[in-house]
Structure formats: C-alpha cells, structure tokens
C-alpha cells in the first residue's frame, strides 16, 4: 500500500511539472542585467558566451541599419534584420524584430521560424498574410495599415503585398536568433541539392519538372 501511494505521488509530481511547463512556457529568466554576446570568445555556448561587463557600452544595444532593404530581387521584398547578429546586446534577451519592404506584388514566401513566433505590424500597404498550422489548416488575412497579424513559432508563413504601392512592415521574434527556413529555396536549392527521386515523389510530379523548378534558382 505505501509503494502504491509513493508510486502515486510520484505521478502526480511528474504530471504537474509537465502541465506547469507547459503553461508557462518561456525563455529562462536571465541571472544578471545582460549578457552582451562576445563574438571573439572560443568558449561555444547555446547561444553566445558573455562579454566582460566593465567593457559594455550603449553601442552593443544599437544598431542604426533598420533602413529600406532593396526590392529589386525575384520575390520583390526584403528582410531587414536586427537580431544577435546586428545587436550583440540582445543575446539571452529572446526577443529580436525584422523590418520587411516589399515592391508592388512583391512577397515574403513561405518561411518558418523554428524558435520564434512572429508579431508584425503593418505600417504602409496592404498585405495579404497566412500561416498554415499542423492539422493543414490555413490562417488568412488582408492587413491595412496598423493592422496586427502573429504568426506561432515554427509554422509555415507568407506575406504578399496586394495593394498598390509599396508595403512596409516591422515584426517582432520572441528570440534573439529566431532562424529562417525559406521552403522552397529549402527544397529546389539545398547545398548539395536535394535528391530528383525524393523530390518529385513528394510533389507528385515526374524529375523533369523538378530539375525545372531547380533550374529556377540558378
Ligand atoms: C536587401 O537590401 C539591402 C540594402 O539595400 C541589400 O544590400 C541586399 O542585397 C538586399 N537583399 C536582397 C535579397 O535583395
């Protein structure tokens, strides 16, 4: 009976550390004010290895490079970024934010993020959005201007200017280093490249089409 009682409470600990990580889900709280990433180090760490704090300044928390990206490329947008990679400062922060500018018709195509989820506020334009989540559901809006769309972490998502004129959003991450995964270019322009077989028994298509499609990203 003690056995059975002990095994018992050992269940219902396990099960409500899981439900409580669960529900809280979140990055770890930072043990210090900050932990400026030290790019030099050698130390390899999840994440970046902390800069001495004696030698932080104002300047590891800015970056003055949020400007219009150019649009003249095969998608007609571009993806500004300001994440630990521009601002040493933000490493162990979770949080980072894009600018994107997209021309007339231009689009910002399926992507994942696989540690972020995605905020975005429309500043000029009009965008169409989507995400499709894990049951192939697909999640579709028209943004005007101020409007809020989120896109949950890792799932596959869009945007397309459908207005007429020039598109300007600003989206937040909630990671320092949120990642990109651009499907298509995942698929038809890995390095080395993705196999003809698998590729077009998964798209339901003879290697003909395939290698045309790869040709496409030349
Ligand atoms: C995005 O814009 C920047 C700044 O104009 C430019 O250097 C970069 O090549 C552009 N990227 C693409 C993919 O067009």
Redesign the pocket.
């Known amino acids: 009976m003690a056995g059975y009682l002990r095994l018992t409470l050992i269940f219902m600990c396990v099960f409500m550390f899981s439900c409580s990580e669960r529900v809280m889900g979140r990055d770890p709280d930072s043990l210090q004010d900050f932990c400026v990433a030290d790019k030099q180090s050698k130390v390899s760490v999840n994440g970046f290895s902390c800069k001495d704090p004696k030698m932080v300044s104002a300047e590891d928390f800015f970056f003055g490079g949020l400007?219009?990206?150019?649009?003249?490329?095969a998608?007609g947008?571009?993806?500004?970024a300001a994440n630990v990679n521009q601002i040493p400062g933000l490493n162990t922060l979770g949080i980072s934010l894009v600018r994107i500018?997209y021309a007339v018709d231009g689009i910002n195509p399926p992507h994942t993020h696989p540690r972020a989820t995605e905020i975005l506020v429309l500043l000029e334009g009009k965008l169409l959005v989507g995400f499709i989540d894990t049951t192939n559901k697909f999640h579709s809006k028209v943004l005007e201007k101020g409007d809020v769309f989120v896109f949950p972490k890792g799932l596959l998502h869009f945007q397309q200017n459908v207005g007429v004129g020039d598109a300007v959003a600003i989206a937040g991450l909630s990671s320092q280093n949120p990642g990109v995964q651009v499907t298509a270019n995942s698929l038809f322009a890995a390095n080395p490249s993705m196999p003809d077989g698998v590729l077009s028994k998964a798209f339901r298509s003879d290697k003909t089409l395939v290698d045309f499609i790869k040709g496409k990203f030349m």
């Open positions: 400007r219009r990206g150019d649009t003249n490329n998608v947008s571009n993806v500004t500018d």
